[in-house]
Nanobody
Framework: QVQLVESGGGLVQAGASLRLSCEAS????????MGWFRQGPGKEREFVAA????????YYAVPAKGRFTISRDNAKNTVYLQMNSLKPEDTAVYYC????????????????WGQGTQVTVSS
């Protein structure tokens, strides 16, 4: 069983930056693909970014490319999402997710989910 705890959300103005963190329990973190998803008001949950466990290769949704950076620290069992140039449309609950194995480009097969952290971007 893997437990995920997100932190770092908050209320910021458009153009600001935030860094989200997700700490994972368990000994298999380095073997897991970690992802970030978000769900805005009245919207379905959508994929944001993912990172492989061993080689830290990354995969981004189009809206995140160029503004968001996913990274991980296997020694700390933590994955990060650095978000720059935030826009009001980035307002959402951001969720951390994990899966063991599979393809980084498959965004539908995550096994474990955190509780989410709220990000609100004011205009």
């Amino acid at each position: 069983q893997v437990q995920l705890v997100e932190s770092g959300g908050g209320l910021v103005q458009a153009g600001a930056s935030l860094r989200l963190s997700c700490e994972a329990s368990g000994r298999t973190f380095r073997h897991q693909i970690m992802g970030w998803f978000r769900q805005g008001p009245g919207k379905e949950r959508e994929f944001v970014a993912a990172i492989n466990g061993i080689d830290s290769s990354t995969y981004y949704a189009v809206p995140a490319k160029g503004r968001f950076t996913i990274s991980r620290d296997n020694a700390k069992n933590t994955v990060y999402l650095q978000m720059n140039s935030l826009k009001p449309e980035d307002t959402a609950v951001y969720y951390c997710a994990a899966k063991t194995g599979g393809w980084i480009g498959n965004t539908k097969d995550y096994n474990y989910w955190g509780q989410g952290t709220q990000v609100t971007v004011s205009s």
